[in-house]
Each structure stands twice: as structure tokens, then as C-alpha cells.
Nanobody
């Protein structure tokens, strides 16, 4: 199994920046991809950004050019750098790991709140 712990959320003014961190523990050698998702009140959880073991990244259109996903394998930590934040970015942000055993499994962190408001 893989255990994920997010941190770095908080309250920030529009135009500000935050960096979210996700620390993984457990069978991390089986991780094939990491991702950040978010869920705003009354809305479904949506993909924000992903990165695979080859370093390939994918972003939601509305965050392209503002958010950057990265990973530090030595620290088993993945990051989401968020710049030029907008009120629409307000949500609970979740870290996700896709872990390969016989089948591909999804693991989730507990979430961290990001609030963009003046």
C-alpha cells in the first residue's frame, strides 16, 4: 500500500502563490504516476495535473502556464507550484498515486484546503 500526506494549503490573495507538497510512503517503488486533483464545494473532483515516471506532465487547461507539477524521487515527495492564483482555484486539493501491483490501484491523500480570496 501507499500512504499520501498533503501539506501547503492555506488562504492566499488573488494573484498569489502556494506550493503544495505530497509525501508518499509504503511501496513507492510501484508508483507509476502521481497527480493532483481538486474538489470545490458542490462540484465533482477534477484533474489538475499529473506526472508519470517518465516525467511526462498533463494539466487542466485552466491551470496551464500557472501551475507546475514536479517530483523529487529521493524525497518521495511531489509538488504542485501554483502561481497567479484565482478565486476559481479555491478547492480541496488531493494528491493521487497510481500504483502498479497486478492491477493499477489508486491511492488518495486526505486533502488540503486552498482558498483564494481578498
Amino acid at each position: 500500500q501507499v500512504h499520501l500526506v498533503e501539506s501547503g494549503g492555506g488562504l492566499v490573495q488573488p494573484g498569489g502563490s502556494l506550493r503544495l507538497s505530497c509525501v508518499a510512503s509504503g511501496t513507492i517503488a510501484n508508483i507509476r504516476a502521481m497527480g493532483w486533483y481538486r474538489q470545490a464545494p458542490g462540484k465533482e473532483r477534477e484533474l489538475v495535473a499529473t506526472i508519470n515516471n517518465y516525467g511526462d506532465t498533463n494539466y487542466k487547461d485552466s491551470v496551464k502556464g500557472r501551475f507546475t507539477i514536479s517530483g523529487d524521487n529521493a524525497k518521495s515527495t511531489w509538488y504542485l507550484q501554483m502561481n497567479s492564483l484565482k478565486p476559481d482555484d479555491t478547492a480541496v486539493y488531493y494528491c493521487n498515486a497510481k500504483v502498479q501491483y497486478t492491477l493499477l490501484h489508486n491511492y488518495w491523500g486526505q486533502g488540503t484546503q486552498v482558498t483564494v480570496s481578498s
